[in-house]
């Protein structure tokens, strides 16, 4: 299916996304994190966790479930690690300060290992591990999840990501959720009348389905590897893993006690785990055999020669390009409409345009 979309510059898409923030009455650092954090998911081509899903935030604040304003606080520390009370705020207000806190205890003692407990949804896991690369480290972020995804012999989608500098601005940069796809992509098909691919979920009776409000009706996800003879398990085991790093460590909700998204009968809680590694501390040259490995795997012959082999990082990176190319970034129609409807409602008026469509 063949979407309308329209081309929106960066800076209004973040106005846009603080002023519905600020209209339910979010502190306006806090809402300039979340409108950070999402435009920056649209960039990377990752639309599920970007302006589409603004709503939730904004129905999170009203609710009262999620706090306004303050700031987290750590509880616990030592050199290298920390446990912070996000204080029930906005996800991206507590991983721009748990992250900066890692970085901060790698760069004096080679690694930051900070868990947070009372956290929100915080947007792209990778916006968080990539602020290491601008300090030449490694970063390495996880967040637990609403149980989403269907068992392997229910669990949660909870994303991995890591990043990893090489030479010349070059990177590693994986960001991933360990069910076949997140749950926002689903969504977002929804909201844009679009059917899914066979093999990202299934229906309430456990039946495969390309049907997203199926899924999104009482089924489910699937974990990565799809079902356990075609290795289902290791993405059950590595969203389990996660979990160990997020709820348990930091003592937050974890697996079928944190309550299901979108309903805002209670508070998130959610536990969420943030990585710094300072190369310097380890082996010299660490840039260079980056940069060697990265070459390595894009310089393999492709199986079709119009794909290039690509790693971690190289489709988010073509989308950015793309969007600098054109001025902008492409939105669907449908969401750029549904989102002004959001706003309307809390009386904003600086609405996104939806004219200058594109193919």
Not at 32 to 39: E, F, G, K, N, R
Not at 130 to 141: D, E, R, S, Y
């Amino acid at each position: 299916m063949s979407l309308t979309r329209c081309l929106l510059v960066r800076t209004e898409v973040k106005e846009f996304i603080k002023q519905c923030m600020l209209a339910v009455g979010t502190k306006a650092s806090h809402a300039s994190s979340l409108a950070d954090v999402l435009v920056e998911g649209d960039l990377r081509d990752h639309y599920s966790h970007g302006l589409n899903h603004m709503d939730l935030y904004v129905k999170e604040i009203q609710a009262g479930i999620c706090a306004k304003e303050g700031g987290p606080v750590v509880e616990k520390e030592s050199v290298a690690t920390a446990l912070v009370n996000g204080k029930n705020l906005l996800g991206p207000v507590v991983g721009n300060y748990c992250m900066s806190l890692a970085l901060k205890k790698a760069q004096e003692v080679g690694i930051g290992w900070v868990v947070a407990y009372g956290s929100n949804h915080y947007g792209i896991a990778g916006y968080y591990s990539m602020q290491a690369l601008k300090k030449n480290m490694i970063g390495m972020c996880y967040t637990n999840s609403s149980p989403l995804v269907v068992p392997t012999r229910v669990h949660t989608g909870d994303p991995i990501s890591v990043a990893a500098p090489a030479k010349d601005g070059d990177s590693f940069e994986l960001d991933m959720a360990t069910s076949a796809v997140a749950l926002r992509k689903v969504e977002l098909s929804a909201r844009n009348g679009c059917s899914i691919p066979e093999g990202w979920g299934c229906d309430a009776d456990g039946l495969p389905s390309s049907d997203p409000n199926a899924v999104l009706s009482g089924g489910g996800l699937v974990p990565v590897g799809g079902s356990e003879t075609t290795g289902g398990y290791k993405g059950y085991g590595l969203a389990l893993m996660v979990e160990v790093f997020c709820g348990i460590l930091a003592g937050s909700r974890y697996s079928k006690y944190i309550r299901t998204w979108r309903k805002t009968d209670s508070k998130a809680n959610l536990g969420q785990c943030f990585v710094a590694l300072n190369p310097e501390f380890f082996a010299d040259g660490f840039n260079d055999r980056m940069s060697d490995l990265l070459s390595i795997h894009r310089n393999l012959e492709p199986a079709v020669p119009e794909m290039p082999v690509m790693v971690p990082g190289d489709p988010e990176r073509r989308h950015n390009q793309t969007c600098r190319e054109l001025d902008g970034i492409p939105y669907s129609l449908s969401v750029v409409k549904h989102m002004n409807k959001v706003a309307s409602t809390l009386g904003v008026t600086l609405l996104l345009p939806t004219h200058g469509l594109i193919q």
